[in-house]
């Protein structure tokens, strides 16, 4: 498949007040499968339809996505739930004010084990008889420390019983080296994005055990971030950003673009893994046998809402495993980072529904539900703590 975009399609012309203030972008991205948004908005000619021009640049780790995103490398990135939250917040790094524009995804990501834990533990009740027998302690990886990948494999791993602070190891490895990791025996297991979950399977040096939509289902993943500065300063390139993206996330809701999308995903400038590794697990809304919910890109907008209570859920958690010291104004942090006035101006758009709620109301797997209220008494209402 050639890797050149098509013409750009015909669309709404932006002039006058509405322009984007700086029409060409550097927009960051991992090697992951939700990438996708943003592979199809350059792909199908979205951004040139709302007067920009997106440059895509790959970068290796989280890390990295952080601090170019802090020095100006780069404008906008797809990011980590949680990292634009940790970084607003000081944790492990320097503050700044952040925006989260939109949100990309919800799900999409899974936990694997080595093939040899997996034979004696394929599944989380297993994994705690054996890491409980033993005096070994055995190694967890996830990709960034206040990323929705180390909170979702803590959730999981404290529901089954197993204190992830203190019962075992973990570690930090950017995305596209989990497969490896695992391959050369560094860590016995991982929670990370497709599609290196299903390469490791694919190769037969892993397992998935749980899907993330599993801990909580239609849970935030990934998002458009930026820092607040450069939101308030280009609110109409924020805005025609979201609306490229919100229009590619349509577009992927239909099964056949999802085919399409991962003939792309695979090329060399983009995930650069096999095809029908990718393709695998680029699920529709719910995989064909009816069970745990995949990937959701839009759901008729309701995947991109930047919900308020869902960034609340990410800081209850820096505050659950002794990040935060002390409680902070989950609200009011939320308010300040997700930019609830760009998205509903560009949904209003493209006629791209809006919750009548900024909070929404979910049900985890260990039977608790988070609706955004009590933030407090959730945060300290856990067995299993710092």
């Known amino acids: 498949m050639s890797s050149s975009p098509p013409a750009p399609q015909a669309g709404r012309v932006i002039a006058g007040s509405d322009a984007p203030e700086k029409p060409q972008l550097r927009v960051g991205f991992i090697a992951l499968t939700d990438c996708a948004p943003l592979v199809i908005a350059v792909a199908r000619g979205y951004d040139r339809k709302y007067g920009l021009e997106i440059v895509l640049q790959r970068q290796p780790s989280w890390a990295a996505v952080r601090d170019r995103l802090l020095s100006g490398d780069l404008d906008a990135s797809h ?14 790094g320097p503050q700044r004010d952040m925006a989260m524009l939109m949100s990309l995804n919800q799900g999409g990501q899974a936990i694997t084990l080595s093939r040899a834990l997996a034979a004696r533990a394929a ?8 890491i409980h027998g033993s005096p070994d302690r055995l190694t967890f990886a996830h990709t960034f420390p206040t990323g929705s990948h180390a909170m979702l494999l803590y959730y999981w791993l404290a529901a089954h019983g197993i204190h992830p602070l203190h019962d075992v190891r973990s570690t930090v490895i950017p995305p596209p080296q989990m497969a490896e990791a695992l391959r050369r025996g560094d860590v016995d297991g991982y929670c990370v994005g497709e599609p290196w979950n299903a390469l490791a399977q694919s ?10 939509s599993e801990v909580w289902p239609n849970h935030p993943e990934k998002v458009l971030a930026c820092t607040r500065d450069f939101a308030d300063r280009h609110p109409n390139t924020a805005r025609a950003l979201i ?6 996330c349509r577009y992927l809701d239909v099964p056949a673009h999802r085919e ?5 995903l695979a090329l060399p400038d983009f995930v650069d893994a096999p095809r029908d590794v990718i393709a695998a697990r680029l699920l529709p809304e719910k995989a064909a046998d009816g069970s745990a919910p995949g990937i959701r890109f839009f759901a008729d907008g309701e995947a991109n809402y930047p919900y308020l209570s869902d960034g609340m859920w990410m800081a209850t958690q820096y505050r659950r ?10 609200l009011r942090i939320a308010q300040s980072i997700n930019r609830l006035d760009l998205y509903r101006e560009a949904a209003a758009q493209l006629g791209v529904a809006v919750p009548a709620s900024t909070m929404r109301s979910s ?4 039977g608790r539900t988070w609706d955004g209220g009590h933030a407090v008494g959730y945060a300290r209402g856990f067995d299993i703590r710092a």
Do not use: N
């Open 79 to 92: 990011a980590l739930y949680g990292l634009g939250y940790g970084i607003q917040l000081g944790l492990g």
């Open 123 to 130: 599944s989380g009740a297993a994994l705690a008889r054996v």
């Open 203 to 212: 190769e037969g040096k892993g397992l998935t055990v749980a899907l993330t």
């Open 243 to 248: 609306m490229a993206l919100l229009e590619a």
């Open 260 to 264: 399409e999308a991962a003939s792309w």
């Open 321 to 330: 495993w002794g990040m935060l010291r002390e409680d902070p104004d989950y």
């Open 363 to 366: 049900r985890l797997m260990d």
